[in-house]
Nanobody, 122 residues
Framework: QVQLVESGGGLVQPGGALRLSCEAS????????IGWFRQAPGKEREEVSC????????YYADSVKGRFTISRDNAKNTVYLQMNSLKPEDTAVYYC???????????????WGQGTQVTVSS
């Protein structure tokens, strides 16, 4: 059974940092492009970042470019999203998923995790 589990969210002040983790069971994440998505209350889901399976090429939405970094640790079967210089508008539930494309539209597929809440507030 394929499972993706996101973790690492929390409450942080503006300008702070968090590192999100996407850990998989039942699949090898290294075989797939992996995307991070977020959804704030009342808003559509947003494609945030993606890392390819082949050469670790990355994509970032303009809203997070220069502040977020996606990476993977194949030995731990985990993909990370390092988020620096957080802003209140980054507040959302963050999800990871396998994707078919590393640029929008990413076309996520398969299992989704429960997400992890990120709240940026003073």
């Amino acid at each position: 059974q394929v499972q993706l589990v996101e973790s690492g969210g929390g409450l942080v002040q503006p300008g702070g940092a968090l590192r999100l983790s996407c850990e998989a069971s039942g699949i090898r994440l290294s075989y797939y492009g992996i995307g991070w998505f977020r959804q704030a209350p009342g808003k559509e889901r947003e494609e945030v970042s993606c890392i390819s399976s082949s050469d670790d090429s990355t994509y970032y939405a303009d809203s997070v470019k220069g502040r977020f970094t996606i990476s993977r640790d194949n030995a731990k079967n985990t993909v990370y999203l390092q988020m620096n210089s957080l802003k209140p508008e980054d507040t959302a539930v963050y999800y990871c998923a396998r994707v078919r494309n590393i640029i929008p539209p990413m076309n996520p597929f398969g299992a989704w995790g429960q997400g992890t809440q990120v709240t940026v507030s003073s």
